[in-house]
């Protein structure tokens, strides 16, 4: 890093700035009033795993307006990460000249290109998943796909923006380049990076508990609700961010993460006995499909992620 063995940033000063970029992005939707939700007071006994109706007066995530403020606030809240990012590698750095200073901040971000086949590692792990689509005629110019509906309605609405294009590229940005950009200025190892890094990306979805145990009635079993899913979201968005951390710190750009995490936005979570319930003659095909998939990516993994020049992943 610059030609100095010694870390321009402490592991505690990567830490706070870690947590610091955590509190920016996900505060930012409280900090605008508009993007604030708004439940009612009341408490709703419902059966168990039922959701409630919205109220008249209540602000859910859902709703357009929510949506446009959300978008707002986080594409602001990246911006002042980047920024952020930026000051702490001026004082960081000697080089006084502009230019220098902003190209050597836009490698560490990421961005910069990758090698094409780090885009494909993710629609290889989802074979199971595409080949189900594909027995189904939906997948893209079949026989049951639309382009209305399948396109400009799903990724053009309010709601596909932010779960497609905006929600995968400000949070990479922020968890997986600003993060590692200030673990990487405090020479932390690769596996710090990889599965210490994560938890902070998981740890920022936690206040999705407060819609949860509001939109199941504020009972104890809406609190028990929040409370299991909570925990399964910080769980599985962990891991998740470990395998973005790897592409990232393997390809050196943000291309690979986000465009993982847009694929995985796409296709949701694989749920192969579902699909086999609904195709039982197609058994074995699913699930060769599935396994093809998986046994791809374990050993395309490595190879397929690297891009040559990658700043965090110098081969010796």
């Not at 870690?18 to 996900?26: D, E, M, N, R």
């Not at 993007?35 to 409630?52: D, H, I, M, T």
């Not at 709601?159 to 200030?182: D, H, Q, S, W």
């Not at 006995?273 to 050993?299: D, Q, T």
């Amino acid at each position: 890093m610059y030609g100095n063995t010694k870390p321009f940033l402490s592991i505690t000063s990567a830490h706070l700035l870690s947590g610091l970029f955590a509190f920016i992005y996900v505060g930012s939707i409280y900090a605008f009033k508009n993007a604030r939700l708004r439940f009612s007071k009341r408490k709703v006994n419902l059966p168990e795993g039922q959701a409630r109706l919205k109220l008249q007066n209540e602000r859910w995530r859902d709703d357009p307006d929510v949506i446009k403020a959300r978008l707002l606030a986080v594409t602001s809240a990246t911006l002042i990460c980047c920024l952020i990012v930026f000051v702490v590698m001026k004082n960081s750095n000697r080089d006084d000249e502009f230019h220098n200073l902003t190209t050597d901040a836009w490698l560490h971000l990421g961005f910069t290109w990758s090698n094409t086949l780090s885009l494909l590692i993710t629609p290889l792990l989802f074979s199971g998943p595409l080949y189900v689509q594909f027995l189904e005629k939906t997948l893209p110019f079949q026989k049951d796909w639309n382009f209305q509906d399948d396109v400009l309605f799903r990724f053009f609405s309010i709601v596909g923006l932010r779960n497609y294009f905006v929600a995968p590229i400000t949070e990479e940005i922020v968890f997986r380049a600003c993060v590692l950009t200030v673990y990487h200025l405090a020479d932390a190892s690769r596996t710090k990076m990889i599965f210490l890094s994560p938890l902070v990306f998981g740890a920022a979805h936690v206040h999705h508990a407060f819609e949860t145990y509001h939109r199941y009635g504020r009972t104890a079993i809406a609190a028990k609700r929040a409370l299991i899913s909570t925990i399964i979201q910080f769980t599985y968005t962990s891991i998740f961010g470990f395998y973005c951390c790897y592409l990232f710190l393997r390809s050196g750009s943000l291309l690979p993460p986000i465009a993982a995490h847009m694929f995985c936005n796409i296709m949701g979570i694989p749920q192969p006995n579902y699909e086999i319930s609904l195709m039982p003659h197609r058994k074995l095909s699913i699930s060769a499909a599935y396994l093809f998939g998986i046994i791809g990516f374990v050993f395309m993994l490595k190879p397929w992620s690297y891009t040559d020049g990658s700043l965090y992943w110098q081969r010796n």
